[in-house]
C-alpha cells in the first residue's frame, strides 16, 4: 500500500487547477442575481465526480441544489458521508481584495479567493483523496458518499427536508464535515463542538418619511436613536446579555473539559495582535477561547438608517434597522432564544417608534463525543498528513446540518478542517495555504484508510 504522499504527488498540479475552476464560480448563496452561478457551480462539481469515477447527480431543492455522489465499494465497509458546501459568503468590501474573488490568485504559497478556505478548498481535499486513491488503486478503503450543498452559507434552510426525504440514499455509519480551522500553523486540532446561531432583524419606523430635523426635531422620536437604545439595552457594560432568561439553559464545562482547553498553546495577547485591537473584550471569569467557543453572544452585524452621503444633512430619518445575531451553546434551544430576544426588544423598545423583529434563520449548536472511535482514526490521520499529534477543540461557527444528521439519520459527525485562523473566512482576501490543501488531502486519504480499517 502506497503511502498518502505518494498516491497524491502525480496530481498536485492538477488538484490545484481544479480546485481553482471551482473557485472561479461566484456561487453566493445569498444573493437572487447569482441563482444560475450557483446551479453552474454544482453542474461543474457534479461532472467532476463523475468523471473521478463517482456516481453523482444534481438534485434539486426548494433552494440551491444539492451535489449527490457516491461510490459504494463493498457491503462489509463501512460508509462515510462526506458533507461540505459549494455556496461562499458576499464578496464585500469589494474594494479591499487584493485581486478579484472569483479570480483566484496565488501569492505566497497562498490561494486567494472566495470560498478557498469556507469551503470548498476544504470540501475539495475530499474530492481529491478520493481521485487519488482510485487512480492508485482502483477502489475506495470505505463506502464513499458525498453531500455539498449550496446553502449552507444561509442556513441550510433546505437540507433538514432533504434529509429526511432521502434517508435511505443517505444512509452511512458516519458523517465527515471539514469545513472548520486547525488551531493554529504549528497546531492541528480536532473539533468536537460547534456554537449555534440565531439570527434576526430589527426594524424601527418613527415618521412616514424623512423630516427636516430643524422644523421637527425636537418633537418626534428619532428612530436612529431609538435603535441605538434598544441596542445599547441588549448588553451591559461587563460583555453579558441582558435578555431575561438568556444564559438559564447554558451548561458550565465540567472541570476536566475546561482544563483542558485552558491547557491549548496561544495567549489572549497573540489573539489581541492578530486581530488588531487595543484590547479583547469578553465577559469577566472566562478566558478568550471560553469567549469565541463555549459562551454565547449578542452582535450587531449591520445597522442602517438616515443620511450617509459625504457632507452632512440634517434631517430625521424615517426608519432605521439592524441585523442582530446571537451564537447560542449547549444547552440552549433557538426558538426560546428568539423568543426571549423579541419579547427583550419589545421592553426596551420607546413607544414613541414602531417596531418589528423579524427572525432570519437560525442553526443549532453541535457537541460530539470526545472518546468517538472515528477520533482515534482521525487523530492517527492527522498525524500522518500534519506530522503532528492533533488537540482537541471547540469552534465558535455553526454548521447548520451537523445536529440534523444527529436527529434525522442518527449519525454523529467527525469535524475535521484543515483551514487556519487567519484564512479570512467571510473577510476580504479570504485564503488557504498551499500546504494546508495538500496536507489535507493526504490526511483525508489517511482517514478513509484509518476507517475502513486499512490503516494498520
Ligand atoms: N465554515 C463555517 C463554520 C465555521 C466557522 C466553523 C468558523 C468554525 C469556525 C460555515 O461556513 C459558516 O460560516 N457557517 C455560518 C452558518 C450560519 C449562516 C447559519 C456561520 O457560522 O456563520
Ligand atoms: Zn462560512
Same mark, same amino acid.
Given at each position: ?35 444560475? &452561478? ?34 459504494? !465499494? ?63 488503486? #482502483? ?61 434576526? #432583524? ?26 441605538? %437604545? ?11 446579555? %441582558? ?5 438559564? &439553559? ?6 476536566? #473539559? ?134 482537541? %477543540?471547540? #469552534? ?9 444528521? !444527529? ?50
Amino acid at each position: 500500500m502506497k503511502d498518502v504522499n505518494a498516491l497524491i504527488d502525480p496530481h498536485r498540479d492538477r488538484f490545484l487547477s481544479e480546485l481553482l475552476t471551482l473557485l472561479s464560480f461566484p456561487s453566493v448563496s445569498n444573493d437572487a442575481d447569482r441563482k444560475d &452561478d450557483v446551479c453552474r457551480t454544482a453542474s461543474w462539481l457534479s461532472s467532476h465526480l463523475r468523471g473521478i469515477g463517482l456516481q453523482s447527480e444534481v438534485m434539486a431543492t426548494a433552494g440551491h441544489p444539492v451535489v449527490f455522489a457516491q461510490r459504494l !465499494e463493498r457491503a462489509d465497509l463501512p460508509t462515510v458521508l462526506v458533507y461540505g458546501h459549494y455556496d461562499v459568503q458576499p464578496v464585500d468590501p469589494l474594494d479591499e481584495w487584493l485581486s478579484p474573488p472569483f479570480a483566484p490568485e496565488i501569492r505566497d504559497g497562498k490561494i486567494f479567493a472566495r470560498g478557498a478556505t469556507d469551503d470548498k478548498g476544504q470540501a475539495f481535499a475530499h474530492v481529491a483523496a478520493i481521485d487519488a486513491l482510485l487512480r492508485s488503486e #482502483e477502489r475506495l478503503p470505505v463506502n464513499i458518499k458525498l453531500l455539498i450543498e449550496g446553502e449552507e452559507e444561509i442556513g441550510s434552510p433546505s437540507l433538514h427536508p432533504f434529509l429526511t426525504a432521502h434517508k435511505d440514499l443517505l444512509a452511512a455509519d458516519l458523517v465527515v464535515v471539514s469545513d472548520t480551522s486547525m488551531f493554529a500553523a504549528d497546531t492541528p486540532s480536532l473539533c468536537y463542538g460547534l456554537r449555534g446561531l440565531v439570527y434576526c #432583524e430589527v426594524h424601527v419606523q418613527g415618521p412616514t418619511k424623512d423630516l427636516h430635523s430643524g422644523q421637527f426635531g425636537g418633537a418626534v422620536e428619532n428612530p436612529i436613536n431609538a435603535l441605538a %437604545t434598544i441596542i445599547a439595552g441588549l448588553k451591559d457594560k461587563d460583555h453579558r446579555i %441582558t435578555i431575561p432568561g438568556f444564559y438559564d &439553559d447554558v451548561r458550565e464545562l465540567p472541570a476536566d #473539559e475546561r482544563a483542558a482547553l485552558s491547557h491549548l498553546p496561544g495567549t489572549a495577547e497573540e489573539l489581541r495582535k492578530q486581530l488588531g485591537v487595543p484590547r479583547l473584550a469578553g465577559e469577566a471569569g472566562y478566558d478568550e477561547n471560553e469567549w469565541r467557543w463555549t459562551r454565547p453572544t449578542l452582535d450587531v452585524n449591520g445597522i442602517w438608517g438616515g443620511f450617509m452621503g459625504a457632507g452632512a444633512k440634517t434631517v430625521i430619518p424615517a426608519r432605521a434597522g439592524a441585523k442582530i445575531s446571537m451564537r447560542i451553546v449547549p444547552n440552549q434551544d433557538p426558538e426560546k432564544i428568539a423568543r426571549l430576544f423579541e419579547e427583550h426588544v419589545v421592553r426596551l423598545c420607546p413607544p414613541t417608534v414602531r417596531l418589528t423583529v423579524l427572525q432570519a434563520h437560525s442553526a443549532p449548536w453541535a457537541l460530539l463525543p470526545r472518546d468517538h472511535p472515528a477520533m482515534s482514526a482521525a487523530r492517527t490521520a492527522v498525524r500522518i498528513g500534519f506530522g503532528k499529534e492533533p488537540v482537541l %477543540t471547540l #469552534e465558535g461557527g455553526s454548521i447548520p446540518v451537523v445536529q440534523a444528521f !444527529e436527529e434525522v439519520l442518527g449519525l454523529r459527525t467527525l469535524l475535521i478542517g484543515f483551514g487556519l485562523p487567519d484564512d479570512g473566512a467571510h473577510s476580504p482576501n479570504e485564503k488557504l495555504d498551499l500546504d494546508h490543501f495538500y496536507r489535507g488531502i493526504a490526511t483525508v486519504a489517511a482517514l478513509y484508510r484509518e476507517l475502513g480499517g486499512a490503516g494498520r
